[in-house]
Nanobody, 126 residues
């Protein structure tokens, strides 16, 4: 059974940094895409970033480009989201998700992902 464990959330001041981790286990395939989504109160769950563990291609939402960096660990079982220059509007519950696929494009819709971790809360506030 595929399981995803997200961690690293917390309270940070505007302009600060946090690194989220998503540890994936229980799968026996190599080609996958792992994504980070976030959901603020009263809003939809939207993609923040995703990465293909096949070739390392990445996608970033416009709102986080230049501030967030997604990366994968050496075994491709852990994905990190380095978040810099955090803003109040980054406050949300962050979820990681996984879909098994080998593709030339990256899925950005939440409906495309089959497995989800529990969320980790990021609060940006002074």
């Amino acid at each position: 059974e595929v399981q995803l464990q997200a961690s690293g959330g917390g309270l940070v001041q505007p302009g600060g940094s946090l690194t989220l981790s998503c540890a994936a286990s229980g799968f026996d395939f190599d080609d996958k895409v792992i994504g980070w989504f976030r959901q603020a109160p009263g809003k939809e769950r939207d993609v923040v970033s995703c990465i293909s563990t096949t070739d390392g291609r990445t996608y970033y939402a416009d709102s986080v480009k230049g501030r967030f960096t997604i990366s994968s660990g050496s075994a491709n079982n852990t994905v990190y989201l380095q978040m810099n220059s955090l803003k109040s509007e980054d406050t949300a519950v962050y979820y990681c998700a996984l879909v098994r696929m080998k593709t030339t494009w990256l899925p950005v819709g939440r409906g495309m992902y089959d497995y989800w971790g529990q969320g980790t809360l990021v609060t940006v506030s002074s």
